[in-house]
């Protein structure tokens, strides 16, 4: 039993869409319970309203929950009030649909509903079509209800607060692993005495933008849980590190994506197009390799940055002393020399010497806490000048 509850453990943190199905599960039943106990005729008649409300509030983070419900309950008794108005004003005609309907669409496209904003068409026109005999009745039934299977949501998610680390943490390997692929194949290709043509590299290459994407979505959902959420005290150090982390990756992939551009119309010469001297490929393949493996060994025992710091002074010096026949093709070497000396400074490597970074070295931007000052959400009294200071980064 001990051995299978850690497992157990990774198998739901690798997947949290078991749990947001879980939350939403009991929200909803907890939601219908409580609607059939409360008295009155609204709730004994239309009960079913609570656990859609609870289905609709029910989201991956506390604050996501709080925002979509707000959002819904309000796009719900916008339609509602659109609705029995619209029908009091014009009767119960034919003509009053086609009216809702066009109005309803017009709100719905208002800014602050976001997502939410297609419930103001189906509500008004349920209130208009299943509501007719007690339109009220049903207005009222349909707001108050599902306003109270919204706060069941949003009471269950803090209860039960999500903190998606683990989803985090594997977007992070994903790209840094696509990353490391794409240099490799790269590397490879410069190392071939005949280069690829354009069909083989395009099939070579790997797009790296989704990926990125993918963690970036990842990083600001985990982000965002923080807020509101009673456990996240012993996970902002994690939380934090993962930014960091996150911040450099999307910065070395932005690198290596003009670095491939740059070495496929470098590699595939076209008419007066500027080409890589062969004298450079090797220390280059050689700088791309050894970035690769740092990409791929980050969590390992073994530091590899110092073998990427002398791999890319190496092809620096390399790129110094070649002869090029024209200043185009200088500026095509030189700019893969400050590609990798950008990446280096995303990585924060340093010559294992001097301990100075190179000059191409930037700052990833720093992360501010998500809880608002003065805000509560387990994250105590630390304030966002505190969180400023800690993750900041000398310039250097």
Same mark, same amino acid.
């Given at each position: 039993?001990? @051995?299978? $509850? ?9 997947? !949290? ?45 506390? %604050? ?27 009767? $119960? ?7 809702? *309907? ?6 719905? &496209? ?18 208009? *079509? *299943? ?7 049903? #207005?009222? &039934? ?39 692929? @794409?240099?490799?194949?790269? #590397? ?17 290459? $790997?797009?790296? /933008? ?9 990083? @600001? ?20 590190? @993962? ?29 007066? =197009? ?11 393949? =050689?700088?791309?390799?050894?970035? /690769? ?12 940055? !110092? ?10 010096? #390399? ?16 700019? *893969? ?17 001097? =301990? ?39 310039? %250097?």
């Amino acid at each position: 039993m001990r @051995q299978g $509850r850690p497992a157990a453990l990774t198998f739901l943190a690798h997947r !949290p869409r078991i749990g947001l199905a879980f939350r939403t599960a009991l929200a909803a039943t907890l939601a219908w319970v409580i609607a059939l106990a409360l008295p009155g005729e609204i709730p004994d008649t239309y009960p079913y309203f609570a656990p859609l409300g609870a289905v609709v509030g029910c989201y991956s983070t506390v %604050r996501s929950s709080v925002r979509n419900s707000a959002r819904a309950v309000t796009a719900i008794v916008c339609g509602a009030l659109l609705s029995v108005g619209t029908a009091e004003l014009l009767g $119960r005609d034919l003509v009053v649909i086609p009216v809702v *309907v066009f109005l309803a669409t017009l709100l719905a &496209g208002w800014r602050f509903l976001d997502g939410q904003g297609s419930w103001v068409l189906t509500v008004g026109l349920f209130v208009l *079509v *299943v509501g007719v005999q007690h339109p009220v009745q049903y #207005a009222l &039934g349909y707001t108050t209800l599902t306003l109270l299977g919204g706060c069941v949501a949003v009471a269950v998610n803090t209860l039960l607060p999500s903190l998606p680390v683990a989803q985090s943490r594997d977007a992070l390997h994903t790209l840094a692993r696509t990353l490391a692929d @794409q240099l490799d194949d790269l #590397a490879e290709g410069l190392r071939r005495d005949d280069p690829p043509g354009p069909r083989e590299w395009a099939q070579r290459l $790997r797009s790296v /933008a989704p990926v990125r994407e993918s963690l970036r979505a990842s990083r @600001q959902e985990t982000e965002e849980s923080v807020s509101g959420n009673l456990r996240a005290r012993r996970n902002l150090e994690l939380v934090r590190e @993962q930014h960091v982390t996150g911040v450099a990756l999307e910065n070395v992939a932005v690198r290596v994506e003009e670095l491939t551009e740059l070495l496929v119309e470098a590699l595939t010469p076209r008419d007066e =197009e500027v080409a890589l001297p062969t004298g450079l490929r090797g220390p280059t393949a =050689e700088a791309l390799a050894a970035l /690769a493996v740092v990409l791929r060994t980050q969590d390992g025992q073994e530091d590899r940055r !110092p073998a990427l710091w002398e791999a890319v002074r190496r092809l620096s010096a #390399a790129e110094t002393a070649a002869q090029f026949p024209t200043d185009r093709d200088r500026q095509a070497a030189g700019a *893969v020399v400050t590609g990798l000396r950008r990446c280096l400074g995303a990585l924060d490597v340093r010559d294992p010497e001097s =301990e100075t970074s190179d000059d191409e070295a930037f700052v990833p931007t720093p992360w501010v806490r998500p809880d608002p000052p003065g805000s509560h959400g387990g994250l105590g009294r630390t304030g966002p000048g505190r969180w400023r200071a800690r993750l900041r980064r000398s310039r %250097r």
